[in-house]
C-alpha cells in the first residue's frame, strides 16, 4: 500500500513539473436534455374532472460555459443554463409545466485525450418554475412561487478534436418545489418532487 501511494505521489508530482499553457480553456457547450420524473400529478388538480395525465419526461435547450485551468487535479468549473418544459393532455385536461435553472457546474475528467470522461455536478443557484392545469379551456390550478432546491450527480463523456465538442451526460437530478401556490385558491400549497434521471447530449467548441 505504501507503495501504491508513493507512487501516485511520484506521478503527481512529475505531472505538475511539466510545461502548461499559460491560459485557461474555456468550453461553450449547447445541449438538449430531458428530465424524468415520479411526480404525482393527481393532487396538483383535484378540481379536475378528468382524469389528469401522467407525468412526462420535461425536455428543452440548455447552454454551459466551462473553464479548465492548467493545473493538474483542480476540476473544471462553470455555470449552466436549462430552459425545459413538458405539456401532457389527456380526457380534457391538459397540464403544462415549465422551468429554468441556472447552476454552477464542477467536473473533472479522468480521461482526457480525444476523448474524455469523469464524473460531474451541478448546484442550482436560481429557479424559476411554473405549472398550469386547465380543464376544457378553464383554468384549474396555476401554481407558481415558492422556493426552489436542486443539484445533481452524473457522468459525462465525449470526443474533443480540433476544438470541436460532441458529448453526452447521464445521471440524477433532486430537484424540490417547496411551497408552491395555487394563484387560483382552488388547490392548497403544494411539495412538488421534481426529481429524477437526466439525459443531455451536448456540442460546442474549446477557445
Request: glycine share 14%.
Given at each position: 500500500m505504501k507503495k501504491i501511494f508513493a507512487l501516485i505521489a511520484?506521478?503527481?508530482?512529475?505531472?505538475?513539473?511539466?510545461?502548461?499553457?499559460?491560459?485557461?480553456?474555456?468550453?461553450?457547450?449547447?445541449?438538449y436534455g430531458l428530465?424524468?420524473?415520479?411526480?404525482?400529478?393527481?393532487?396538483?388538480?383535484?378540481?379536475?374532472?378528468?382524469?389528469?395525465?401522467s407525468i412526462v419526461p420535461t425536455y428543452g435547450l440548455g447552454a454551459d460555459v466551462v473553464v479548465s485551468l492548467p493545473i493538474p487535479l483542480v476540476p473544471n468549473f462553470g455555470l449552466r443554463y436549462e430552459d425545459m418544459g413538458l405539456t401532457a393532455s389527456g380526457s380534457g385536461v391538459d397540464i403544462k409545466e415549465k422551468y429554468t435553472r441556472t447552476s454552477l457546474l464542477l467536473s473533472y475528467h479522468i480521461i482526457d485525450t480525444l476523448i474524455y470522461l469523469g464524473p460531474i455536478v451541478t448546484y442550482g443557484l436560481s429557479h424559476s418554475v411554473s405549472l398550469k392545469a386547465t380543464e376544457n379551456g378553464t383554468v384549474k390550478s396555476d401554481f407558481g412561487g415558492g422556493t426552489q432546491t436542486s443539484y445533481s450527480i452524473g457522468l459525462e463523456g465525449g470526443?474533443?478534436?480540433?476544438?470541436?465538442?460532441?458529448?453526452?451526460?447521464?445521471?440524477?437530478?433532486?430537484?424540490?418545489?417547496?411551497?408552491?401556490?395555487?394563484?387560483?385558491?382552488?388547490?392548497?400549497?403544494?411539495?412538488?418532487?421534481?426529481?429524477?434521471?437526466?439525459?443531455?447530449?451536448?456540442?460546442?467548441?474549446?477557445?
Open positions: 511520484i506521478v503527481t508530482s512529475t505531472v505538475a513539473g511539466l510545461p502548461q499553457e499559460a491560459k485557461a480553456l474555456v468550453d461553450l457547450r449547447l445541449n428530465l424524468g420524473s415520479n411526480t404525482d400529478l393527481g393532487p396538483l388538480c383535484p378540481t379536475c374532472g378528468g382524469s389528469v395525465p470526443t474533443h478534436l480540433a476544438g470541436v465538442i460532441v458529448g453526452g451526460e447521464i445521471g440524477y437530478m433532486d430537484f424540490r418545489w417547496k411551497n408552491a401556490v395555487d394563484s387560483t385558491g382552488n388547490v392548497s400549497t403544494q411539495d412538488i418532487n421534481m426529481s429524477g434521471t437526466y439525459l443531455k447530449i451536448a456540442v460546442g467548441y474549446s477557445f
